[in-house]
């Protein structure tokens, strides 16, 4: 299990409440609807895009560095199972 990588929050926690955060932008329910899938579409786009880096075989470290901002903890090893 040493080399498994810990699930961080965000990737739990965001796509849950940002819909709901969003919905409290606006007391117009087409409002929250259109931000609501404006905000899909760019995770959609993300997810796209990340997938097809692992498909070219980019390295992990650099697919998680990418993602988050920042490069890995030296400590941890980011592999394919």
């Known amino acids: 299990m ?5 699930v961080q929050a965000g990737t739990i926690c965001l796509p849950r ?4 955060y969003i919905g409290a932008l606006s007391n117009s329910g087409r409002k929250a609807a259109n931000l609501t899938g404006f905000y899909k579409g760019i995770q959609s786009a993300g ?3 990340f997938w097809r880096l692992d498909g070219l075989e980019i390295a992990y470290n ?3 560095g ?3 901002g920042f490069p890995p ?3 941890l090893t980011l ?3």
């Not at 040493?2 to 810990?6: A, C, F, I, M, Y």
């Open 2 to 6: 040493s080399d498994s990588v810990p």
């Open 17 to 20: 409440t940002a819909p709901r």
């Open 47 to 49: 997810a796209a895009v």
């Open 62 to 64: 650099t697919i998680f």
């Open 66 to 68: 990418a993602t988050v």
């Open 73 to 75: 903890p030296p400590h």
């Open 79 to 81: 592999t394919s199972h």
